[in-house]
T-cell receptor
Framework: SQELEQSPQSLIVQEGKNLTINCTSS?????LYWYKQKYGEGLIFLMM?????EEKSHEKITAKLDEKKQQSSLHITASQPSHAGIYLC??????????????FGQGTILTVHP | EPEVTQTPSHQVTQMGQEVILRCVPI?????FYWYRQILGQKVEFLVS????????KSEIFDDQFSVERPDGSNFTLKIRSTKLEDSAMYFC?????????????FGAGTRLSVL
């Protein structure tokens, strides 16, 4: 089974709509990271969550961590075309080394229609 | 704002040739990483590097791969004899630590095409 599962795999929304992307880990999380990637480009760091119940926001993007479910959600409010891209969750799993390798989900492709 | 820089942005090579991918991590970061992403697949960890030595590596990182920090600023990934399946986007990352939080910052990547 996959260590990190993202859903949905792709999402098409109309500009102005809200949306949520989920990331579920099959292993205990030490840290959960959200990155954004434009097609063929690098990963841009969005947010990091470590503690259960933690919630962080940056502009119109909010991420939460549910420690019990080992799950994180990324919520975008009033989406804009600039939000389009691939959203990746990455995790450092508990019990690993201290060198912090990230394991990634398969990504969610977000398209925002004007 | 400091960033991780990677060169070249695109490298085309013949199968069996050696390639060196270069990265300049953010200064004062101490941990460095290489990841790769085959087209349409997940980003995969290759290797981490700390204190001038490999700290962890994946199964992908076999004897054909090596990393080096030849001076105080560059961090390189060498593939000795490239195979078709090495074609991928290679990302370098360096790690920031503060207040118990660690964040990896990624470069824009090098697209490696093996013909």
């Amino acid at each position: 089974s996959q260590e990190l599962e993202q859903s949905p795999q792709s999402l098409i929304v109309q500009e102005g709509k809200n949306l949520t992307i989920n990331c579920t880990s099959s292993k205990t999380l030490y840290g959960l990271y959200w990155y954004k990637q434009k097609y063929g480009e690098g990963l841009i760091f969005l947010m990091m969550l470590q503690k259960g119940g933690e919630e962080k926001s940056h502009e119109k993007i909010t991420a939460k961590l549910d420690e019990k479910k080992q799950q994180s959600s990324l919520h975008i409010t009033a989406s804009q075309p600039s939000h389009a891209g691939i959203y990746l969750c990455g995790a450092i799993h508990a019990g690993g080394t201290s060198y912090g390798k990230l394991t990634f989900g398969q990504g969610t492709i977000l398209t925002v229609h004007p | 704002e400091p960033e991780v820089t990677q060169t070249p942005s695109h490298q085309v090579t013949q199968m069996g040739q050696e390639v060196i991918l270069r990265c300049v991590p953010i200064s004062n970061h101490l941990y460095f990483y290489w990841y790769r992403q085959i087209l349409g697949q997940k980003v995969e960890f290759l290797v981490s590097f700390y204190n001038n030595e490999i700290s962890e590596k994946s199964e992908i990182f076999d004897d054909q791969f090596s990393v080096e920090r030849p001076d105080g600023s560059n961090f390189t990934l060498k593939i000795r004899s490239t195979k078709l399946e090495d074609s991928a986007m290679y990302f370098c990352a360096s790690r920031f630590e503060a207040g118990g939080q660690t964040i990896q910052y990624f470069g824009a990547g090098t697209r490696l095409s093996v013909l």
